[in-house]
């Protein structure tokens, strides 16, 4: 596309911008009063804006809508209807309804309910979220909606972000008030999640039945040569990769995702894609559609996108990092310092707010990253680990340990970085520096959650950071509401959060063996595995929190639990099934065929020249036959284990077993094939190797 970005971005979205042009002025306000207050909308304004949304897709050569929803299956899901309708005479007309847009009904069955809704209990409903724009996608107007089932409990991932950004917004209002920002009517958690992904050749991939079936190599010896030299990283884009990314950036530009920063990650092979911050509601529907785009564009390349956590073993894993803020409908972001941030009383009861609720609900941050790829990926290759702490920086933790120990704050002028060639002008130094092995670090004005893996929604870790910062804004109010002396209840207040949770501080190296013995004498958390983390989501605590702020009642945290337990079995299980397929049908024939060469090999020589020694050729198939007797036999255990995971009863004992006794085998049976691999002629092996899949592109 030659034209200018601005002349496009937002062109397939029912914008401000377009609401103004097909609505007339009294429904456009009260459409808009709708959207900044959160109030409802009667039918008749319905009507009007549904016909205006209709005309405008129209003109743009749609044909059908859709209430597009994102159930808990992680992705997107939607469910299209034509515009057209049956007119007189054979005739058509082409209409869309108030009551269409505000409310459609898909069959709810087949989407995960962790058991709120039997498979014959088939209705569900779609409610359109006016706080997130529709827009067209392949001929179809899709209206952003929350989904729930016939008895009113949520099915989706939107509604408790929802829930909680009201939850948030009406606790940082009353803390505002006391600070006399009378004026602040909203405050809305703004996000911007930073996108890591893979691309690899897709006629590599659809050689790799692993890849095809869990999104990851459940084989494959490293490469000689992998991420060591770090030259990936920021380095020049392929051709191919930069056309790709070009392309990414019109198409989501289009659908006003304000896509900002690409670049080579450290993995050969391994990319990014950033945007530009904007509210947690719209972060989240614009991270789903990067990454249905991210998939779709790719293949167009002749590549295949890929988005698990961890898709190749010693490698990078791919994270998608949350940057998290809190701002005002005024323009101002909460945590933003200011030149002194030790003046800034407001910036400081915020901060404070947010070291506590972290320290407080480590499970429940730890519980929102939960899943079967990124436990793979959490503790290796610069993500960082299961153990949930907080990066301040060195300015801010100074200042905090001053109030904590009654000392005079100090007074740093900002330092000036000299590069020492006069030709290049000093700039100024930022007050924190980045700590990449951080789970949650203060990065200048926002905190950047680090945890979250690459093909997440980022409603889950976002409605609960809402929801635990709520809580404690709470509190802070409840407290400096009825305060005598507002001022020296403040003091006092910020000084004792920091010194009951300061323990959650650590700016130092997450990944030295020193930390996790540090961190267990602080008394923070290690939870390594999902099935681990997720028994403190139904803890009394945490339903007791998400009950009190409306996020999500007991029935629906519990059938939240049971769908993610039942999704990590399930992944497992289906990683361990394609193992299985792939050790019996290609990796083992393979062995044979390769080892029948050499014997054959052997046979020829010894004809032409009885007296020769080849002791390389038969300690070659001595060593591989070996092998592959010891992989029949692991691949046996794997599938008596299979046999007994399907037995127990109960989601709990059932991903423990998965975790404890099914991956560790899976791993037994992979470490015997890569060590094959690397013994084996190339033209006789059956899939691409690392080599082959990161390098070709």
């Known amino acids: 596309m030659t034209e200018n970005v601005e002349s496009y971005f937002g062109s397939l979205v029912f914008d401000d911008e377009k609401m103004r042009q097909y609505l007339a002025k009294d ?3 009260q459409l808009k009063v709708t959207i900044n207050e959160g109030s409802s909308l009667n039918l008749a304004i319905a009507n009007q804006v549904a016909h205006a949304m209709k005309e405008w897709a ?19 899901a939607e469910k299209h209807e034509s515009f057209l309708s049956p007119a007189k005479d054979g005739k058509i007309m082409m209409e869309f309804s108030g009551k269409e847009l505000i409310q459609g009904e898909p069959d709810a069955s087949s989407f995960p309910s962790g058991g709120l809704r039997a498979t014959f209990e088939a209705r569900g409903y779609t409610a359109w979220d006016p706080s997130s724009y529709a827009f067209i996608k ?10 729930c089932s016939y008895s009113g409990e949520v099915l989706d991932k939107k509604t408790p972000l929802l829930r909680s950004m009201e939850a948030i917004n009406n606790q940082a209002l009353r803390i505002l008030k006391l600070f006399g920002k009378d004026e602040v009517k909203r405050v809305l958690t703004t996000v911007g999640p930073e996108q890591e992904y893979f691309l690899i050749n897709k006629d590599l991939y659809l050689k790799r039945k692993d890849l095809i079936h869990t999104g990851r190599t459940l084989l494959g010896a490293r490469p000689p040569k992998g991420q060591e030299m770090e ?13 790709f990314m070009q392309e990414l950036d019109v198409e989501l530009w ?3 995702v304000y896509s900002k920063t690409k670049h080579n990650e450290v993995a050969p092979s391994q990319h990014e894609l950033a945007p530009v911050f904007t509210t947690s509601n719209q972060a989240v529907d614009h991270n ?20 698990h956590e961890k898709p190749f073993a010693g490698l990078n894993g791919s994270g998608k990092h949350n940057n998290w803020s809190i701002s005002t409908d005024t323009g101002a972001n909460l945590l933003e310092p200011g030149d002194n941030p030790k003046d800034n009383a407001q910036f400081l009861l915020f901060l404070v707010a947010v070291i506590a609720a972290v320290d407080e609900h480590q499970d429940l941050l730890r519980v929102s990253v939960a899943s079967a790829g990124n436990d793979h990926r959490l503790g290796a290759n610069e993500a960082p680990p299961a153990i949930v702490s907080m990066f301040l920086g060195e300015e801010l933790t100074e200042i905090m340990e001053a109030i904590a120990e009654g000392k005079a704050l100090p007074t740093k002028a900002k330092e000036k970085m000299q590069l020492g060639v006069t030709l290049l002008p000093p700039f100024a130094k930022d007050t924190t520096d980045r700590n990449r092995t951080s789970p949650f670090a203060f990065t200048g004005n ?52 920091y010194i009951k949770h300061r323990r959650i501080v650590f700016n130092g190296n997450n990944y030295a063996d020193v930390w996790v013995e540090e961190a267990e004498k602080r008394g923070l958390l290690n939870l390594k595995a999902t099935p681990d983390a997720l028994e403190t989501f139904i803890s009394a605590k945490s339903i007791a929190l998400f009950e009190k702020f409306g996020v999500l009642s007991s029935t629906e945290i519990h059938s939240r639990y049971e769908i993610v337990l039942e999704n990590y079995s399930k992944t497992v299980n289906i990683e361990a099934l394609t193992l299985i397929d792939m050790v019996r049908k290609q990796i083992l024939p393979a062995i044979s065929n390769f080892s029948g060469h050499l014997a054959q090999s052997v046979l020829n020589k010894k004809a032409a020249v009885p007296s020769v020694t080849l002791s390389y050729e038969t300690q070659l198939i001595e060593e591989l036959s070996k092998i592959a007797d010891g992989v029949d036999k692991e691949v046996l255990v794997l599938e008596q284990d299979l046999l007994e995971a399907k037995m127990i009863e109960g989601a709990s004992p059932e991903s423990h077993f998965y975790h404890d006794t099914i991956l560790p085998q899976m791993a037994q049976v992979r470490s015997l094939c890569d060590t094959a691999e690397l013994m084996t002629d190339q033209e006789y092996w059956p899939i691409p190797t690392y080599e082959t899949l990161l390098y070709s592109v």
Request: glycine share 6%; proline share 2%.
């Open 254 to 256: 289009k659908l006003g």
């Open 288 to 307: 789903q559609l990067t990454m249905e785009l991210m998939k779709k564009i790719a293949e167009k390349y002749d590549l295949v996108c890929l988005l």
């Open 27 to 29: 429904t456009y306000k």
């Open 58 to 76: 129209l003109s743009l050569g749609a044909t059908h809508f859709c209430h597009w929803f994102q159930p808990m299956t992680g992705i997107t």
């Open 231 to 243: 030259d990936h990283y920021f380095g020049t884009l392929k051709t191919r990769v930069a056309a």
């Open 446 to 497: 926002k905190f950047e959650f680090r945890m979250l893996g690459s093909s997440f929604s980022v409603s889950g870790p976002n409605f609960v950071l809402n929801t635990i910062i709520a809580e404690k804004l709470a509190e802070f109010a409840d407290l400096l509401e009825g305060a005598k002396d507002f001022s020296a209840t403040l003091s006092k207040l910020v000084k004792e959060t």
């Open 138 to 147: 392949d001929k179809t107007l899709c209206i952003p909606t929350a989904f």
